[in-house]
């Protein structure tokens, strides 16, 4: 009996440290890639695997990045495809510079605001014709590739022509993001045509083909990108929408072009954090970490009441001013290198009170004159960091006939409020929430990084820096670790903000730090949803190999070679 007692003794630190690891922290789920020739993350192991194919046949970085989104569009529509816009951030090894690419599209030139208050329409819908904008994402493809590419576009598009025409079988939690936009999309026409087969979503491990899709992209990889913004793709999307009472025309598409712009940074703690400026809200990131970096974060400890409070008072801040600055810069004289600066940085965490939640803050007083997300890696230093979307899943639900994709509902994003920077125009950008992130060190590359997910982007962006630089976590634990969410800032749509909001966490926080953060004022409450879906690729210089890191919440892979 007495050697039972003892061995149970022993045996009670492995049966409360079940989770433990020979190596890494205890919330990682794996260790990370490692390889030294290329580096693919993507949220589909299928599109991961394409985007390694071509990097072996000589394809550059962003070669494999366009082949990889082209095949997340198929295998992952829940989340992107050619409907939709992207943006880029590239690290060029020829020219040692970051290039960063806007390819989001515009609102109808015949829709105007007076349309929506004819009709008392307070809020643009999430769903049907109304949303609609200028899908950029092609567009965007043909700018990368002719910067940045090796192959031709038919080489790139042919993998997923192929998928796109034999089929693939479904991963697991984009079959059950599917059922759940079906169920609310098949009212509109070609919907269930292209998307429920035999009457219903398809589930996981059925196999799912799209022969329209497959037709598509041939014709882009042909005739190039006016084959869908001048020729028969135009032209079906503009018969298609003017049947649903829409707006988006041919002449829309007609006259669509991306934009190069430059990057823009804010160092944090000797690392150069890279963003694009707004119309997106990758500046959000840049503000928050400002505040956070005239703190003690390392001291405060990973989850810790002190540092998720900080955090969040942090986050709140900079939302509000998100939500009153951020739009197209072709429209508003939008302040964003003053949002960055240090300086009002320091002015703004005045307002934060370490032992009180705030219920609400005012935006900054200035003087002033769901998604995918993949990063690749090739064998010469060049890296791509690149994010796309539908917006809300699978996009506005409009099914142009026989092209096999959904246009996306981006222009929900506007405000219906006159003299809001935001407020909806023709011809105008909506604000944003997808970015793809970028951090250098010494003006050389380290990490090319995104976490998708909405509102959650920037809040997920700051995360998994601080992880990585103030509590030293490698690139997998960063992405793994529990996150932080709140919701509740007031929005670009001029919505204002609740009363201070909701705090939504991830199960790994300890209880007794929740408990600090409940008697601080803020409101808690659990999700298993929300958080993101991180992909990430480091350079480590001193080693001359990529380190890989694809999370949990996704059907993702990170691969090398």
């Known amino acids: 009996m007495k050697k039972i007692i003892a061995f149970l003794i022993l045996l009670m630190p492995l049966i409360n440290h079940g989770q433990d690891r020979m190596t890494g922290l205890n919330f990682a789920t794996r260790s990370e890639v490692i390889a030294r020739n290329g580096m693919a993350c993507t949220s589909q192991p299928l599109a991961t695997q394409v985007a390694l194919d071509i990097l072996k046949k000589g394809g550059s970085a962003v070669d494999a990045a366009i082949a990889a989104d082209a095949m997340l569009g198929l295998v992952e529509p829940t989340g992107s495809g050619i409907g939709g816009d992207l943006f880029a951030i590239v690290w060029d090894a020829k020219t040692q510079k970051l290039y960063g690419l806007n390819a989001s599209g515009r609102s109808p030139k015949s829709l105007t605001l007076a349309y929506f208050k004819e009709k008392g329409i307070k809020h643009i819908p999430a769903i049907g014709p109304l949303p609609v904008s200028v899908p950029g994402c092609v567009d965007g493809w043909f700018e990368l590739n002719k910067k940045f590419g090796?192959?031709?576009?038919?080489?790139?598009?042919?993998?997923?022509?192929?998928?796109?025409?034999?089929?693939?079988p479904l991963s697991e939690l984009i079959a059950y993001y599917w059922q759940r936009n079906a169920e609310k999309l098949k009212q509109f026409d070609g919907f269930a045509e292209i998307y429920m087969p035999n009457g219903k979503a398809p589930s996981k491990g059925e196999i799912f083909k799209n022969p329209y899709l497959a037709i598509t992209l041939e014709k882009i990889a042909k005739n190039g990108r006016d084959e869908f913004y001048k020729g028969s793709i135009a032209k079906t999307?503009?018969?298609?929408?003017?049947?649903?009472?829409?707006?988006?025309?041919?002449?829309?598409?007609?006259?669509?072009?991306?934009?190069?712009?430059?990057?823009v940074s804010s160092s944090y703690r000797g690392y150069d954090v890279w963003e694009l400026?707004?119309?997106?809200?990758?500046?959000?990131?840049?503000?928050?970490?400002?505040?956070?970096e005239n703190y003690d974060i390392a001291k405060m400890g990973f989850g810790s009441a002190e540092y998720m409070h900080l955090f969040i008072e942090a986050k709140k801040l900079a939302f509000e001013d998100r939500a009153r600055y951020y739009?197209?810069?072709?429209?508003?004289?939008?302040?964003y290198k003053k949002l960055i600066s240090k300086e009002y940085a320091k002015e703004r965490m005045k307002l934060i009170n370490l032992d009180r939640a705030a219920n609400k803050y005012d935006a900054g007083e200035l003087q002033t004159g769901n998604t995918i997300y993949l990063t690749v890696a090739d064998k010469d230093g060049n890296m791509v960091s690149l994010i796309q979307s539908n917006y809300r899943g699978m996009g506005s639900g409009m099914t142009p006939t026989g092209l096999g994709f959904v246009l996306q509902d981006r222009g929900e994003m506007f405000a219906l409020t006159e003299g809001h920077p935001n407020v909806f125009e023709p011809r105008k950008r909506p604000f944003h929430t997808i970015i793809p992130g970028f951090i250098t060190k010494d003006g050389k590359p380290w990490i090319s990084f995104g976490v998708m997910g909405g509102a959650m982007q920037p809040q997920g962006h700051v995360q998994v820096i601080v992880n990585l630089i103030d509590f030293g976590m490698n690139l997998q634990e960063a992405g793994d670790a529990p996150r932080i969410q709140h919701d509740g800032s007031s929005e670009p749509t001029d919505e204002k903000m609740s009363d201070g909001g909701i705090v939504f966490l991830e199960s790994g926080f300890d209880y007794n730090e929740i408990r600090k953060l409940l008697a601080k004022g803020h409101k808690i409450s659990y999700s298993l949803d929300g958080y993101g879906g991180y992909q990430a690729i480091m350079f480590d210089a001193k080693n001359g190999v990529y380190i890989g890191a694809s999370e949990s919440r996704k059907d993702g892979q990170a691969s090398g070679y």
Do not use: C
Not at 151 to 165: N, V
Not at 327 to 335: G, L, T, V
């Open 277 to 292: 400026p707004p119309n997106g809200q990758g500046i959000a990131t840049l503000q928050i970490l400002n505040i956070l």
């Open 150 to 168: 090796n192959l031709k576009m038919e080489e790139i598009l042919q993998p997923t022509i192929s998928y796109a025409r034999e089929g693939f």
């Open 237 to 263: 999307i503009d018969a298609y929408m003017k049947k649903q009472g829409g707006f988006l025309s041919y002449e829309d598409l007609a006259s669509h072009s991306s934009e190069w712009v430059e990057p």
């Open 327 to 335: 739009a197209d810069p072709s429209f508003s004289n939008i302040p």
